[in-house]
């Protein structure tokens, strides 16, 4: 009985504090995705400035520089292409983030993350109290799954004693 109680507890401990982390966690890579589409839409924006000066769509000044005969030329062209799809994918995560509730964002986050963002997000984040209206909704949230976990972890544990004991054991 008494085992049961410690499972679920440690279960719903472990999982309401994950939860409650989510919303910082989130919060820190929010604002690193926006720094990240901040500094790309202005190398963008150069980019498709100086194709302006000649004229040039940025289509076709990327279709320039993969044609040209210079192989640094074309190095640089597929550069700028990387870097341009590299802007419109942190972009669109930086807006799908910023768009949706509070609530909803650590599950969008984690649903289509920016892996090499997310990555050194976790290795400067530093945990926060769940203060806000969020974070102790998914703390609540987090503990009452981790309950959950920890009653169905236990529940198949006993099961399994259960028909160990009533196994008929042939002879």
Known sequence: MMSALLIRLFAAILLGLTFSQSVEFTQQY????????????QIVARFDESARSFALSRQEALER???NADTLVVRQGADAATTIARFEDVERRYRDLIQAAPLSRPFIAAGDPDWAIARRTGEDYRPALPV???????TLAGFGLGWAFGASCH?????????????????
């Open 30 to 41: 929010l604002q690193r995705l926006g720094g990240a589409a901040d500094e790309l839409r």
């Open 65 to 67: 520089l993969r044609t």
């Open 132 to 138: 806000s209206l969020e974070g102790l909704l998914l």
């Open 155 to 171: 529940g198949a544990v006993r099961m399994r004693r259960r028909r160990r004991a009533n196994r008929i054991p042939y002879g």
